[in-house]
């Protein structure tokens, strides 16, 4: 597609429960990140794949966290027994390989709600 | 985690003004973003800046990537009501394989 798409935009989860989060990057992009963004707050940075490579995990905030993109094109993030703190915005950006051009480019969001 | 120091935090203006927003560092960066995120969408590009003392213009924006590679800031000239906004500059410390680091975000706010 023409740019970065994110599913669900918006998810409610109760403690306790499972969720995955699914991006799909632009088309050709070799580079995805995971980030997220508590509410007032920049967003910050969780992961980082090269193509089906995780090269970067060290953002990620505890174990209840896994991101996979097992063909390179598609990610998904999930998060393990949901706790109230992980209430934020989780944002998929992605770019070009050459290193060169360093820009992301970002989606919209899946807006994540724990009660 | 790290983040970069933005200011300000809020800004009230007129429409019509210029308007001046800047980022700082303690490290070093290689490169400087600055993105524009409105209510409920994802951060969007407006400028990227590759070398120190690089001043770069897209339309009414204007940013410049400091010669100490610390600081960046950004000016949008004769403000429009589409310009609110948050505001966020970030900045990379290695190649394309990096996260951003990001600032707090300078919130624009027109007034009528």
């Known amino acids: 597609g023409a740019g970065v798409s994110q599913s669900p935009r918006y998810k409610v989860a109760k403690r306790g429960q499972d969720v995955a989060l699914r991006c799909d990057p632009i088309?050709?992009?070799?580079?995805l990140f995971w980030y997220q963004q508590a509410l007032g707050q920049g967003p910050e940075f969780l992961t980082y794949?090269?193509?089906?490579?995780?090269?970067?995990k060290s953002g990620l905030p505890s174990d209840r966290f896994f991101a996979e993109r097992p063909e390179g094109s598609v990610s998904t993030l999930k998060i393990q027994r949901t706790q109230q703190e992980d209430s934020a915005v989780y944002l998929c950006?992605?770019?070009?390989?050459?290193?060169?051009?360093?820009?992301?480019?970002f989606g919209p969001g899946t807006r994540l709600t724990v009660l | 985690g790290q983040q970069l120091n933005q200011s300000p935090q809020s800004m009230f203006i007129q429409e019509g003004e210029d308007v001046s927003m800047n980022c700082t560092s303690s490290?070093?960066?290689?490169?400087w973003l600055w993105y524009k995120q409105d209510p409920g969408e994802g951060p969007v590009l407006l400028i990227a800046?590759?070398?120190?003392?690089e001043l770069t213009s897209n339309g009414r924006l204007t940013a410049q990537f400091g010669i100490t590679r610390k600081d960046s800031f950004l000016n949008i000239s004769a403000s429009i009501p589409s310009d609110v906004g948050i505001y966020f500059c970030?900045?990379?410390?290695?190649?394309?394989?990096?996260?951003?680091?990001f600032g707090k975000g300078t919130h624009l706010i027109i007034q009528p």
């Open positions: 950006a992605s770019s070009r390989r050459d290193s060169s051009y360093n820009e992301q480019f």
């Open positions: 088309s050709g992009h070799v580079s």
């Open positions: 794949f090269q193509n089906e490579a995780q090269l970067d």
């Open positions: 490290s070093i960066f290689n490169t």
């Open positions: 800046l590759y070398k120190a003392g």
């Open positions: 970030a900045g990379l410390t290695r190649g394309g394989a990096d996260g951003l680091t």
